[in-house]
T-cell receptor
């Protein structure tokens, strides 16, 4: 799986959009970008994933650059409950092969949402 | 569904004792994963199962660790004998067939004194 680079920490004001960047310059053509977050003392929680098109769900939006070497997770209206560690992970999603299932977590970005 | 259920939530034991962590995956999920989280190493995959069969245990630190999945609704991670360096939060996760999303339990915080 390709490695990712994320800033160690970011701040955001409550109600504003939080834009979390991720660099994955060695991504392969069949690797997806996944985002998970971990709120203090809880298990990681899936947010969103995508291949090359921008994706949106009820939690967030994912913007992937055309060359797929970087992406941005957008929380449109951050709340205090969005304070967490956000992990950007790149991997092949399909079953089969030795790499399936291996979510390799880096250090992530600690997002702090301020009142 | 209640989600992935782990027990106990907290475990305090003395060095040398046997520790058993338990996990009930989400019904219908056929992949089950065990992770460990420490400040030093972050979140790391220990082992995962597909249809109750261990697929990859390369993350298991040493022979003191063992994991079993006797049926589709239950898995255990056992440490025998336990050591202080095993202190960590252990997470269990499950995912559906051909699913790309892993659902995590609340974790078991293990302290070995």
């Amino acid at each position: 799986d390709a490695k990712t680079t994320q800033p160690p920490s970011m701040d955001c004001a409550e109600g504003r959009a939080a834009n979390l960047p991720c660099n994955h310059s060695t991504i392969s053509g069949n690797e997806y970008v996944y985002w998970y977050r971990q709120i203090h003392s809880q298990g990681p929680q899936y947010i969103i994933h995508g291949l090359k098109n921008n994706e949106t769900n009820e939690m967030a939006s994912l913007i992937i650059t055309e060359d797929r070497k970087s992406s941005t997770l957008i929380l449109p209206h951050a709340t205090l409950r969005d304070t967490a560690v956000y992990y950007c992970i790149v991997r092949v999603p399909d079953a089969g092969g030795t790499s399936y299932g291996k979510l390799t977590f880096g250090q992530g970005t600690i997002l702090t949402v301020h009142p | 569904d209640a989600g992935v259920i782990q027990s106990p939530r907290h475990e305090v034991t003395e060095m040398g004792q046997e520790v058993t962590l338990r996990c009930k995956p989400i019904s219908g999920h056929d992949y089950l994963f065990w992770y460990r989280q420490t400040m030093m190493r972050g979140l790391e995959l220990l082992i995962y199962f597909n249809n109750n069969v261990p697929i990859d245990d390369s993350g298991m630190p040493e022979d003191r660790f063992s994991a079993k999945m006797p049926n589709a609704s239950f898995s255990t991670l056992k440490i025998q004998p336990s050591e202080p360096r095993d202190s960590a939060v252990y997470f269990c996760a499950s995912s559906p067939p051909w699913g790309n999303i892993q659902y995590f339990g609340a974790g078991t915080r293990l302290s070995v004194l």
